[in-house]
């Protein structure tokens, strides 16, 4: 069964970076792009950045490029996002998301979801 | 950027009943190539992380209940719940995946009436 295990919750001060992680498994990591969603509170998903771990492609939102960085260890099978100077509008749950179709296409819907990870920034 | 607009942002039916979720697309999202719509549905309950109902527009994952349908083609889509449960109490989702960056509809609030 494929999993996508996330880092514990996060609890920052502005200006701090922060890395954050998602380990998947039962699955060949390498051969997924693997990403990230963010879920503000109370609101709706926000794409953010998609990685495809066999030769570190990555895809940006314009909303986020510049913002945070998305990359990947194959050999712990596991994808990161990180922030080099949180702001509290960063206050969210980010989820994993592998994308469901084995191949270097990016055309796919987001199967299996992470538990979240959920980042709060706040002096 | 494709935008996309769901409507109604809630909605209440009672048990048995039917419920219909409306998506729709800035863009197309149909590939003229595959002849298929790249257009999804996400349930999200309370405290979990969204999970895939219907991809391809219509095709239900594996395990979904077959009273959960999809519908449509290029921008306007649908989700029908045909007889509502009470473990359908959530927030549905579309997505598009035809182009980056990959949108969300606002989602949907569904409650029992």
């Known amino acids: 069964e494929v999993h996508l295990v996330q880092s514990g919750a996060e609890v920052k001060k502005p200006g701090e970076s922060l890395k954050i992680s998602c380990q998947g498994s039962?699955?060949?990591?390498?051969?997924?792009?693997i990403g990230w969603v963010r879920q503000m509170p109370g609101t709706g998903l926000d794409w953010v950045a998609m990685?495809?771990?066999?030769?570190?492609?990555?895809i940006y939102s314009p909303s986020f490029q510049g913002q945070v960085t998305i990359s990947a260890d194959k050999s712990r099978s596991t994808a990161y996002l990180q922030w080099s100077s949180l702001k509290a509008s960063d206050t969210a749950i980010y989820y994993c998301?592998?994308?469901?179709?084995?191949?270097?296409?990016?055309?796919?819907?987001?199967?299996?979801w992470g538990q979240g990870t959920q980042v709060t920034v706040t002096s | 950027d494709i935008a996309m607009t769901q409507s109604p942002d809630s909605l209440a039916v009672s048990l048995g009943e039917r419920a219909t979720i409306n998506c729709k697309s800035s863009?197309?999202?149909?590939?003229?190539?595959?002849?298929?719509?790249?257009l999804a549905w996400y349930q999200q309950k309370p405290g979990q992380p969204p999970k895939v109902l219907i991809y391809?527009?219509?095709t239900r994952e594996s395990g979904v209940p077959d009273r959960f349908s999809g519908s449509g083609s290029g921008t306007d889509f649908t989700l029908t719940i045909s007889s509502l449960q009470a473990e359908d109490v959530a927030l549905y989702y579309c997505?598009?995946?035809?182009?980056?960056?990959?949108?969300f509809g606002q989602g949907t609030k569904l409650e029992i009436k």
């Open positions: 998301v592998r994308l469901r179709t084995e191949s270097l296409s990016v055309r796919s819907w987001f199967d299996p």
């Open positions: 039962g699955y060949n990591f390498r051969a997924h792009w």
């Open positions: 990685i495809f771990p066999g030769d570190s492609n990555t």
């Open positions: 863009q197309s999202v149909l590939s003229n190539s595959y002849n298929r719509d790249y």
């Open positions: 391809w527009a219509s």
């Open positions: 997505q598009q995946y035809y182009s980056a960056p990959y949108s």
